[in-house]
């Protein structure tokens, strides 16, 4: 059967790209010890390094409270519960990240706002 231009181009493309296989392979391999040999010298030049361990011990608390009053969420439609519950994800993460620390507190956590917080984020029981 005669081959139309297009099909012995189809070919011969996929036959290039069959004999390169072994090279991209040996390609990435090397990109990845690369990466790894950079992060190494990375750690060993930067001893005190960036990680949350070593950054929570330097941490100053702030004499600051937060409070967030939930008592209202009764008052609210579902999707603003939902970015109650976003925001307050938030401020907890961001606090603590932060140098200075403030100390958190939730009031009248209950209704839609712990239910829905029970369903998408169970982990918030832990929260210190």
Excluded at 81 to 108: D, G, M
């Amino acid at each position: 059967e005669p081959m139309s231009k297009r099909q012995r181009k189809k070919l011969l493309k996929q036959k290039q790209w069959e004999e390169q296989k072994d090279l991209r392979r040996q390609k990435r391999k090397e990109k990845r010890q690369k990466r790894k040999l950079e992060r190494q010298s990375k750690l060993d030049t930067n001893n005190e390094g960036n990680d949350r361990k070593r950054m929570r011990r330097e941490v100053v608390p702030s004499t600051l409270r937060l409070i967030v009053d939930c008592s209202f969420d009764d008052l609210m439609v579902l999707k603003d519960v939902k970015k109650l519950h976003k925001q307050i994800q938030r401020c907890y993460a961001e606090n603590r990240k932060a140098f200075h620390p403030v100390q958190f507190y939730l009031t009248s956590h209950g209704g839609q706002l712990k239910s829905n917080m029970n369903e998408n984020d169970k982990g918030w029981v832990n929260w210190k």
